[in-house]
């Protein structure tokens, strides 16, 4: 496995994957809102994040597709899609981390409109309650996984908040 692929692995594991969606969530409302021109209607904020998510998906299954990553780093993606297939609550724990990030601007923007308040919402409290119970089913061991093919130890990718 490549140094890039273990970095793109890691991008997913705790707390490089928290990380990493705190940060989109700072940035989904003011470009949300950008994009949007102002229009507060909750169908409007809705769209954007369904198709948000659904680049968020799309995106890394084309360059699966196209780029030459080894069997070991497709293996672990594939174990990784088949969690989120299995347990509902792998995906939603996300969710929890792009709200967190959203609060920043909640805080400074001035207040939020009701779309923006929806999604935030959306985010914390689904994401939050993902967040439980994929700690309840105990799947920790995407992050040993992630730690054998990496070579890193077990607490450097743990995929959960210890």
Same mark, same amino acid.
């Given at each position: ?9 890691? *991008?997913? $594991?705790? #707390?490089? %994957? ?9 940035c989904i409302?003011? @470009?949300?809102?950008? *994009?949007? &021109?102002?229009?507060?209607? /909750? @169908?409007?904020a ?6 948000? !998510?659904?680049?968020?998906r ?8 196209? *780029? #030459?990553?080894?069997r070991e ?6 174990k990784?899609?088949? !969690? &989120? ?12 981390w792009?709200g967190?990030?959203?609060? #920043?601007?909640?805080? +400074?923007?001035?207040? *939020? ?6 999604l !935030?919402?959306?985010?914390? +409290? %689904?994401?939050? =309650? ?8 105990g799947?920790l061991? /995407?992050?040993?996984? $992630? =730690?054998?093919? $990496?070579?890193?130890?077990?607490? =450097? @990718? ?5």
């Open positions: 496995m490549t140094s890039v692929e273990r970095f793109l692995i890691n *991008l997913d $594991t705790w #707390p490089a %994957g928290a990380f990493l969606r705190i940060g989109l969530g700072l409302l003011p @470009v949300f809102r950008l *994009l949007s &021109g102002g229009d507060d209607r /909750i @169908v409007v809705l769209t954007m994040f369904l198709a948000l !998510l659904l680049a968020l799309l995106v890394p299954a084309v360059c699966r597709r196209v *780029l #030459p990553f080894s780093a497709k293996d672990l993606w594939f990784r899609r088949n !969690l &989120g297939k299995r347990y509902d609550s792998y995906q939603w724990q996300k969710l929890f792009m967190l990030g959203m609060l #920043p601007y909640a805080l +400074i923007s001035g207040g *939020l409109g009701r779309g923006e308040i929806v !935030l919402a959306i985010c914390t +409290i %689904g994401g939050g =309650a993902g967040l439980l119970l994929w700690r309840k089913t799947q061991s /995407i992050g040993a996984a $992630t =730690a054998k093919a $990496t070579k890193l130890p077990p607490a =450097a @990718v743990a995929s959960t908040p210890p």
